[in-house]
């Protein structure tokens, strides 16, 4: 998606993007010195293929992000660029997830997974674990 947007980011009178990109998700690293002061943290990431259905417009990766990573994007674009961000996306999207003979394309989705045990003796600690899983999309 990063590439699709720099046909937009950079054109004069763009209503436009941020000129600086940050991932949605931080490496898993980045999240313990955040959590493992409020107790005992266990970080980790897995990786699946998630099957996506064809679609009647556009490439399947797209209908998958249009409501989630493209959202965003698509919300600070006039009509005109939505449509040169969409179609710059859907090429790139065919040579990254290369569609299979049914239409269909596996597309590799990242799963990070964060539980954090607070001892009891925490103040506000309402329970002693709580689990929080996030997933990014590498579209």
Same mark, same amino acid.
């Given at each position: ?22 991932? !949605? +998700? ?11 002061? #409020?107790? @005992?943290? =266990?970080?980790? *990431? ?13 490439? !399947? +990766? ?11 994007? #698509?919300? @600070?674009? =006039?009509?005109? *660029? ?34 954090? *045990? ?22």
């Amino acid at each position: 998606m990063r590439s699709a947007t720099q046909s937009v980011w950079y054109r004069p009178g763009s209503t436009g993007l941020s000129q600086t990109w940050m991932a !949605p +998700v931080a490496p898993p690293p980045g999240y313990w010195p955040l959590l493992s002061p #409020l107790g @005992r943290a =266990d970080i980790w *990431e897995t990786e699946y293929l998630q099957h996506l259905a064809p679609v009647a417009e556009g490439h !399947p +990766v797209r209908a998958f992000t249009l409501s989630t990573a493209a959202r965003p994007v #698509l919300a @600070r674009l =006039d009509t005109a *660029e939505q449509a040169t961000f969409l179609s710059t996306y859907d090429t790139a999207l065919h040579d990254a997830y290369p569609l299979l003979t049914d239409g269909s394309a596996l597309m590799p989705f990242r799963r990070l997974f964060l539980v954090l *045990e607070r001892p009891a003796n925490v103040p506000g600690a309402a329970s002693p674990s709580h689990s929080l899983a996030h997933g990014g999309g590498s579209a």
